[in-house]
């Protein structure tokens, strides 16, 4: 469990390439940073899954390369062709973090509902491990979202883990399609009312509400969206909490 008895999930909306976006002297993305953080540990034990990638072991690599700068005891679980352990609950149970890496978050819940690992991550939450992820590794802990895993095109998701009410956009002002979809499938309740972040931002839920907005940057927002009176949808700006003040 957390340090501070609290439930925490960060819902990243997208991690920038290296530099403005890294703790300052590491390479470390901030917001993955922040997440590792969220433990309270010295020296948490953090658990890597990269199932949405097919567990691309280049996803792995970059991941236990930038997870070097802090310490911690990395591990990650592979679920491609087996999994790379014997009991993948144990493993993920033992955890003080985990955390989830983006890509086709229709693909990676199937596979995980294959190895009942929907179960555990319920089981990790409220445990108190602190779940973390971006992109998918976001969407995937809320009851759906916008994703392109089904093709080029942009797509509603439904079949999230529902960990947390509501759905969430990644990516928000990044991908131009983005905002719009998302906006129009709240509009007309394909999904449910939710938040959406830019590239940059996370979400951080502490129990079962949103504690806060933080960012790696100035400028970066969330976003609260929800049907509004006409049938259309309503945005509102949530102002984020900078990680690190580069001046």
């Known amino acids: 469990m957390a340090a501070d008895g609290q439930r925490h999930i960060l819902a990243i909306g997208g991690i920038r390439p290296a530099g403005q976006a890294s703790v300052p002297g590491s390479a470390m993305p901030a917001l993955i940073a922040h997440a590792v953080g969220l433990s309270g540990r010295t020296a948490p034990r953090v658990c890597m899954l990269n199932t949405a990638m097919g567990d691309d072991p280049a996803s792995f690599l970059r991941m236990y390369s930038l997870l070097s700068d802090i310490p911690a005891r990395v591990s990650h679980l592979q679920l491609f062709p087996m999994p790379s352990v014997a009991d993948p609950a144990d493993l993920l149970l033992s955890q003080d973090v985990i955390l989830v890496g983006g890509g ?21 939450w409220e445990a108190g491990i602190v779940l973390a992820g971006v992109s998918a590794g976001a969407i995937c802990w809320f009851e759906g979202g916008t994703t392109d895993s089904f093709g080029p095109a942009l797509r509603p998701f439904t079949s999230g883990l529902g960990l947390l009410a509501g759905s969430y956009c990644p990516h928000y002002s990044f991908e131009p399609a983005r905002r719009p979809l998302y906006q129009a499938l ?35 927002l969330g976003y609260r969206v929800r049907r509004d009176d006409r049938g259309g949808s309503e945005e509102t700006p949530i102002q984020a909490r900078l990680l690190h003040d580069r001046g």
């Open 104 to 124: 086709s978050v229709a693909n990676m819940l199937a596979v995980w509902r294959t190895h009942e690992l929907d179960l555990t991550m319920r089981a990790a």
């Open 186 to 220: 709240v509009a007309d309740e394909t999904l449910a009312a939710g938040i959406a972040c830019d590239d940059g931002t996370a979400a951080h839920f502490a129990d079962d509400s949103l504690a806060e907005i933080v960012a790696d940057r100035a400028g970066a």
